[in-house]
């Protein structure tokens, strides 16, 4: 069974970085998008960030140019740079991929941005 396991989350001042990390547990066999989203309390879900498998990356506009996605295909692992966090970053980080056409989440981790 191919699970996504996000990890790297926790509470960080407003101006600070964290990386968020995603790792295909199992067989990532036609794994090719990958994005991630947030949700934050009494909000839809909404995507971060999206990269293809050969990194080519999309942005949503409330990163701002301050996250970075990528990915390490032999590592089977996605990654997200978040620079000069703010406290409306706060939210749960969701992993999604898409594997021959079937959608799978991870089970998210918490980004808590606050003095």
């Known amino acids: 069974q191919v699970q996504l396991v996000e990890s790297g989350g926790g509470l960080v001042q407003p101006g600070g970085p964290l990386r968020l990390s995603c790792a295909v547990s199992?067989?990532?066999?036609?794994?090719?998008?990958m994005d991630w989203y947030r949700q934050a309390p009494g909000k839809q879900r909404e995507l971060v960030a999206s990269?293809?498998?050969?990194?080519?990356?999309n942005y949503a506009d409330s990163g701002g140019g301050r996250f970075t996605a990528s990915r390490d295909n032999a590592k089977k692992t996605m990654y997200l740079q978040m620079n000069s966090l703010k406290p409306e970053d706060t939210a749960v980080y969701y992993c999604?991929?898409?594997?021959?056409?079937?959608?799978?989440w991870g089970q998210g981790t918490q980004v808590t941005v606050s003095s």
């Open positions: 999604h991929a898409l594997r021959l056409g079937v959608g799978l």
């Open positions: 199992g067989s990532g066999f036609g794994i090719a998008f």
């Open positions: 990269i293809t498998g050969i990194s080519t990356t």
